[in-house]
């Protein structure tokens, strides 16, 4: 195979996974603007997200949130979206909404208040069980505003003891992924503030366990490529939700603020045999102001074109200039291959899976966004705008 090939294989194999989320209805804490035509059930969630991947060819899997995605009978969702050529991916769990979880839930000071959280974990697992869902992704609001609030240390002690129990539920191809991030809700302490803190977890739980890198959740300026190749060389990381940030957790669309970082990223992911292992290449995102289906279309197409980029290093030259000490002409290799337009290539593997060159166009084209705007008509819809 040429090297071109063998880019192009890669690429075909690639799946990103959409977030049942980004469907719907979000916004910020000032203003929720409804859209028309948004999803108004699970299900319609994962006719939006087949049209991502019909288009795109490479987003086969949902993630859904419960219980923003709560149904009666789980395994009837999985064959809605098996039926669609989809399969249903890593299940969010909520231990964020509810008033009892003012102080925190599997870190709360009191012991109801937790075993409501673990209770809402296993549930969770159930419902991975009916799904064949093999990722559960624990985001944790858990933390406290001010000093002395709670003790630190005491809030890590009942985080342990919550995930080992939720831990030994897990089926023998279940795994369980948990996500830090720095601050918000909580402005003092987060208790699973980085990747350490998730790491030492994970580490303690056991090989099922995998830490999730939001590539919103983390101080201006952390050396994010850094962290992935980290975990990768330890074989922890379980995967990404992928979304862009200017400021704080912006969950914009991944690779609109910074490019560069998410090729970076991209590069120590190949570099590091990530491709083609189980790392899960998830979105985080919202879409509060533009057009959701095209924004999570373009998004896929952001990874796509981050990885191939990465693919394209050079990476005999790379490690030629690094072995002989040659700064610069390491850094060309690198930048060489950021700096090429991968979108040709792009066009050709879509051709190649029999799709349009231009899903954005193809999408525009296809009358979903007219019928769904026709038909959807009533209802509420869950989620982080509910
Ligand atoms: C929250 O900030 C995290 O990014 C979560 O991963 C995610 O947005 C949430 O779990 C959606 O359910
Ligand atoms: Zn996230
Ligand atoms: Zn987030």
Same mark, same amino acid.
């Given at each position: 195979?040429?090297?071109?090939?063998?880019?192009?294989?890669?690429? +075909?194999?690639?799946?990103?996974?959409?977030?049942?989320?980004?469907?719907?209805?979000?916004?910020?804490?000032?203003?929720?603007?409804?859209?028309?035509?948004?999803?108004?059930?699970?299900?319609?969630?994962?006719?939006?997200?087949?049209?991502?991947?019909?288009?795109?060819?490479?987003?086969?899997?949902?993630?859904? /949130?419960?219980?923003?995605?709560?149904?009666?009978?789980?395994?009837?969702?999985?064959? /809605?979206?098996?039926?669609? *050529?989809?399969?249903?991916?890593?299940?969010? !769990?909520?231990?964020?909404?509810?008033?009892?979880?003012?102080?925190? !839930?599997?870190? /709360?000071?009191?012991?109801?208040?937790?075993?409501?959280?673990?209770?809402?974990?296993?549930?969770?697992?159930?419902?991975?069980?009916?799904?064949? !869902?093999?990722?559960?992704?624990?985001?944790?609001?858990?933390?406290?505003?001010?000093?002395?609030?709670?003790?630190?240390?005491? @809030?890590?002690?009942?985080?342990? #003891?919550?995930?080992?129990?939720?831990?030994?539920?897990?089926?023998?191809?279940?795994?369980?992924?948990?996500?830090?991030?720095?601050?918000?809700?909580?402005?003092?302490?987060?208790?699973?503030?980085?990747? *350490?803190?998730?790491?030492?977890?994970?580490?303690?739980?056991?090989?099922?366990?995998?830490?999730?890198?939001?590539?919103?959740?983390?101080?201006?300026?952390?050396?994010?490529?850094?962290?992935?190749?980290?975990?990768?060389?330890?074989?922890?990381?379980?995967?990404?939700?992928?979304?862009?940030?200017?400021?704080?957790?912006?969950?914009?669309?991944?690779?609109?603020?910074?490019?560069?970082?998410?090729?970076?990223?991209?590069?120590?992911?190949?570099?590091?045999?990530?491709?083609?292992?189980?790392?899960?290449?998830?979105?985080?995102?919202?879409?509060?102001? #533009?057009?959701?289906?095209?924004?999570?279309? @373009?998004?896929?197409?952001?990874?796509?074109?981050?990885?191939? +980029?990465?693919?394209?290093?050079?990476?005999?030259?790379?490690?030629?200039?690094?072995? #002989?000490?040659?700064?610069?002409?390491?850094?060309?290799?690198?930048?060489?291959?950021? !700096?090429?337009?991968? @979108?040709?290539?792009?066009?050709?593997?879509?051709?190649?899976?029999?799709?349009?060159?231009?899903?954005?166009?193809?999408?525009? @084209?296809?009358?979903?966004?007219?019928?769904?705007?026709?038909?959807?008509?009533?209802?509420?819809?869950?989620?982080?705008?509910?």
């Amino acid at each position: 195979m040429t090297e071109r090939a063998a880019v192009k294989a890669a690429l +075909k194999t690639q799946a990103v996974e959409t977030p049942s989320w980004a469907y719907g209805n979000s916004g910020t804490r000032f203003k929720v603007f409804a859209q028309q035509g948004v999803p108004r059930t699970p299900q319609e969630k994962l006719d939006d997200a087949a049209k991502v991947h019909e288009f795109t060819g490479v987003a086969p899997t949902v993630a859904l /949130h419960i219980p923003w995605d709560e149904v009666d009978d789980y395994a009837a969702l999985a064959r /809605h979206a098996e039926d669609r *050529g989809l399969r249903l991916g890593a299940i969010n !769990s909520n231990t964020f909404q509810d008033d009892d979880y003012r102080l925190g !839930s599997v870190c /709360h000071p009191d012991a109801a208040v937790r075993r409501k959280a673990v209770d809402h974990l296993l549930e969770c697992v159930d419902i991975m069980d009916a799904t064949g !869902s093999k990722d559960l992704k624990l985001w944790f609001a858990d933390g406290t505003n001010y000093p002395g609030q709670d003790d630190i240390r005491a @809030r890590q002690d009942r985080l342990a #003891e919550a995930l080992a129990e939720v831990y030994g539920r897990l089926g023998d191809d279940q795994r369980m992924l948990l996500e830090y991030k720095l601050f918000e809700p909580a402005f003092y302490t987060t208790d699973v503030p980085d990747w *350490g803190t998730a790491y030492a977890h994970c580490l303690k739980l056991g090989p099922k366990a995998r830490v999730v890198v939001d590539t919103g959740h983390h101080a201006p300026g952390t050396n994010i490529e850094f962290i992935v190749a980290t975990l990768l060389r330890e074989g922890k990381l379980g995967g990404f939700d992928f979304n862009s940030r200017f400021y704080a957790d912006d969950d914009l669309m991944v690779g609109a603020a910074d490019p560069f970082q998410l090729f970076r990223i991209m590069y120590e992911v190949v570099r590091g045999g990530g491709l083609s292992g189980d790392v899960a290449f998830m979105l985080d995102q919202c879409h509060n102001v #533009e057009s959701k289906i095209p924004a999570i279309v @373009r998004s896929v197409m952001n990874v796509q074109e981050a990885t191939a +980029k990465a693919l394209l290093v050079d990476r005999d030259a790379l490690a030629a200039a690094q072995r #002989e000490g040659d700064v610069l002409g390491a850094n060309a290799v690198l930048m060489d291959a950021f !700096s090429t337009d991968v @979108r040709p290539l792009l066009r050709e593997v879509r051709e190649e899976m029999g799709l349009d060159p231009d899903p954005m166009a193809a999408y525009a @084209r296809s009358g979903w966004a007219e019928k769904i705007v026709a038909e959807r008509v009533g209802g509420e819809q869950a989620g982080w705008g509910a």
